[in-house]
């Protein structure tokens, strides 16, 4: 007879360690997360995040807060450790950050962890040096007062997560995202970040609006409305941005409560709501709103890295919510005053001059042009910019023309068009009556091009003086991602630290509509992490530099854009699959001659 002893037994504390820590540290990311907030639990009023590729090797975070004693340092690694909650009811009322007391267990359980702290009132700091959860060294060392926590080599014991991380590029980013998500809510804290001993943010102290300005860049000064609520159950104050200032895809959107990000999908929506008639309806607007509520009425616990809470009263939160941000557009004056049908991309594109200016559309027939590649329109894709809907008159969607004109034909044959409208351009091709749409019709010829220069190292104009963008931090950093297709394309581009001065330009594309430009590279880098590039930026240039409706063409200019199109290989959809021409054949208006 075989006896079987019990099986069941006690995980050792770094096998449990290693296990939670699962939960807590997914990447990076998530250790900046819990040591800047453990830095402000600490009351420190200077915190400083020191990263090493995307954290990777590096991530140190020093503070100048309380520090610990040394037995408070060796016990601060110990799961369930922690100086925040003494009894379970204390979890109802907190008001701290961290309170679970397992981050700093978990996190020295999957990497190699050099602490030093120092309380002001003791005479030297301890160091004490952590792998994989085991203490390997502890030691006096001279040291300022606060808490210096570097994390080495993260996941050096558990490849399976290493290898799960992304690029540096997308790591980075999440690390950024933690930082000013605390940052943001603490604004009489100073807050540096360092990437690769560059600096990447220095945020002074100073007030909410400055803080957000410093983060954003300086063209977010005038596009912050101040919204400010009291009421019994919440009180709501920060700021909405102006409608103008509304961007495609999500990005400065910021709920905190009690000083602490959050994620709320439907506290997002009221927002929208309040802004409902002042935005097309795919733009979403940017919000720092700061909530206060009573502790016991929310549960912060239901997630572990807790940026998803639960209110009690999320219906009346909403209403407030939605109320305050309307009354504060009111107040300023914000109302729906522009017409989207008139004028769809206006958040991004300089008005046409009132002045009637007319631009020539710098055409010329490239006779060796061979523009058979990868023309074919993708229908199945979302457009990204592309807001014109009003052709639904002529039923373009259906309309699958299949009217091409070849070059011989086309030398022989001589066109006659004009525009109307300031719209279109009326021609006829084989009998049939052809109204093109003169922007789609420019942008796909300037698509064409400029897809095949980017190819092969485009001609560029240096400008005199250098088109000069405001912006911010982490656009000039996903600006660099893309710097070296933007001078395949012919861009020089130089950046300050708030600043995007552009140099040169390819040929096609005029001063004027260099931030139109830069705004859309910026829109797409956010939806995408990775873009097929050549074919993005040509879309982005040729979107940007083509003539506009409204654009008045002389006579001249009109035949000439209609033999550009017509000679295309395929002429039928613009880069972002909208149909460019409707055919009308005689038929159909001998039918309505009836
Ligand atoms: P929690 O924050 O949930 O309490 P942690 O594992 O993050 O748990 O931290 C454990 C404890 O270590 C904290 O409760 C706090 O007392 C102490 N501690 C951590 N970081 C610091 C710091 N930067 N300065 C002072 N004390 C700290
Ligand atoms: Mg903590």
């Known amino acids: 007879m075989i006896s079987v002893g019990d099986v069941i037994q006690l995980l050792p504390d770094h096998v449990a360690n290693q296990i939670a820590a699962g939960e807590v540290v997914q990447r990076p990311a998530s250790v900046v997360k819990e040591l800047i907030e453990n830095a402000v639990d600490a009351k420190a009023d200077v915190i400083s995040l020191i990263v090493k590729d995307a954290g990777r090797t590096l991530i140190q975070v020093i503070d100048n807060g309380g520090g610990m004693s040394v037995t408070d340092l060796r016990m601060a690694f110990e799961r369930h450790a922690t100086s925040k909650i003494r009894a379970t009811e204390d979890i109802f009322s907190i008001k701290t950050k961290g309170f679970r007391g397992e981050a700093l267990a978990s996190i020295a359980a999957v990497a190699q962890v050099d602490a030093v702290s120092k309380r002001d009132s003791d005479e030297v700091a301890t160091r004490l040096i952590i ?98 609520e009291e009421t019994e159950i919440v009180s709501v104050k920060g700021f909405v941005g102006k409608p103008e200032s509304a961007k495609k895809a999500r990005g400065e959107q910021y709920f905190f409560v009690n000083e602490r990000f959050i994620r709320n999908n439907y ?71 522009l017409d989207f049908e008139q004028n769809p991309d206006w958040a991004f594109i300089p008005s046409v001059p009132a002045n009637g200016t007319i631009k020539s559309p710098e055409i010329k027939v490239d006779r060796n042009y061979n523009p058979f590649e990868q023309s074919i329109p993708k229908r199945d894709v979302e457009p990204l910019h592309d807001l014109y ?33 300031q719209k279109y351009i009326i021609t006829q091709f084989k009998g049939e009556l052809l109204i093109i749409d003169q922007h789609r019709a420019h942008s796909l010829i300037l698509f064409e091009k400029l897809k095949k220069s980017g190819e092969e190292n485009a001609l560029s104009q240096r400008l005199l003086f250098p088109v000069e963008i405001i912006s911010n931090p982490s656009e000039i950093n996903q600006l660099k991602n893309i710097e070296r297709d933007l001078l395949r394309f012919g861009f020089d581009v130089e950046f300050t630290e708030d600043q995007i001065l552009v140099n040169a330009l390819p040929t096609e594309i005029e001063p004027d509509n260099v931030p139109g430009i830069f705004a859309d590279f910026l829109t797409d880098l956010e939806l995408h992490d990775k873009i097929n590039f050549n074919t993005e930026i040509a879309k982005i240039l040729a979107k940007n530099a083509a003539i506009r409706k409204g654009d008045a063409l002389l006579p001249e200019q009109a035949k000439h854009l209609a033999q550009q199109l017509l000679t295309l290989r395929e002429p039928n959809f613009s880069p972002y699959g909208k149909p460019v021409f409707v055919q009308i054949p005689e038929s159909e208006i001998i039918k309505k001659l009836n």
């Open 131 to 228: 792998e994989g959860g085991e203490v390997r060294d502890q030691s006096p060392e001279a040291s300022k007062a606060g808490t210096s926590i570097a994390v080495k080599n993260l996941f050096y014991n558990v490849p399976a997560r290493r290898n799960f991380l992304k690029s540096n590029q997308v790591e980075f980013k999440h690390i950024q995202d933690e930082f000013l998500r605390v940052a943001l809510a603490h604004e009489q804290i100073e807050f540096n970040l360092y990437h690769n001993d560059s600096e990447v943010y220095l945020l002074k102290k100073g007030n909410l609006k400055h803080r957000i300005v410093q983060v954003f860049g300086k063209k977010t000064e005038t596009q912050l409305v101040p919204i400010s």
């Open 267 to 337: 506290l997002h929506k009221a927002i929208v709501d309040a802004f409902e008639h002042l935005l097309p309806s795919q733009y979403v607007p940017s919000y720092f709103l700061y909530l206060e509520i009573d502790p016991s009425k929310i549960d912060i616990n239901i997630h572990p890295t807790k940026t998803e809470i639960k209110f009690e009263d999320e219906y009346a939160i909403y209403a407030v919510l939605r109320a305050a941000v309307k009354h504060a557009l009111g107040q300023y004056n914000v109302t729906p005053s």
């Open 389 to 421: 809907k009003s052709f639904s008159e002529f039923e373009l969607e259906n309309n699958h023309p299949e009217a091409i004109l070849d070059k011989e034909e086309f030398e022989s044959v001589e066109i006659n068009a004009f525009q109307w409208q």
